[in-house]
Nanobody, 117 residues
Framework: QAQLVESGGGLVQPGGSLRLSCAAS????????LGWFRQAPGDQRTMVAT???????NYLDSVKGRFTISRDNTNFMVYLQMNNLKPEDTAVYYC???????????WGQGTQVTVSL
């Protein structure tokens, strides 16, 4: 059974930093596409950053230069380093894994990030 567990969310002031972590199990991690998505109240879930099995990354335009996604294939972890956070980054952040073997998407339970004074 695939499972993704996020951690690292919280309350931070504008300009601050947070590092989100996602621990994966039950999937062939090294061949999976991985990503972070976010959803604010009343909005659709939106891609924030993705990293493929080769390490190529893709970012939402509004986070380019501030956020960095990375993966650790040894420890089955994916990270999102978020710097210079802005109030508009406030959302629930979800870890995602796409298995190229099963063709299925897997989601974590989400972690709240709030950027406010």
């Amino acid at each position: 059974q695939a499972q993704l567990v996020e951690s690292g969310g919280g309350l931070v002031q504008p300009g601050g930093s947070l590092r989100l972590s996602c621990a994966a199990s039950g999937i062939v991690f090294s061949s999976a596409g991985l990503g972070w998505f976010r959803q604010a109240p009343g909005d659709q879930r939106t891609m924030v950053a993705t990293i493929d099995r080769g390490g190529d990354t893709n970012y939402l335009d509004s986070v380019k230069g501030r956020f960095t996604i990375s993966r650790d294939n040894t420890n089955f972890m994916v990270y999102l380093q978020m710097n210079n956070l802005k109030p508009e980054d406030t959302a629930v952040y979800y870890c995602n894994a796409y298995s190229g073997i099963t063709g299925r998407n897997y989601w974590g339970q989400g972690t709240q990030v709030t950027v406010s004074l």
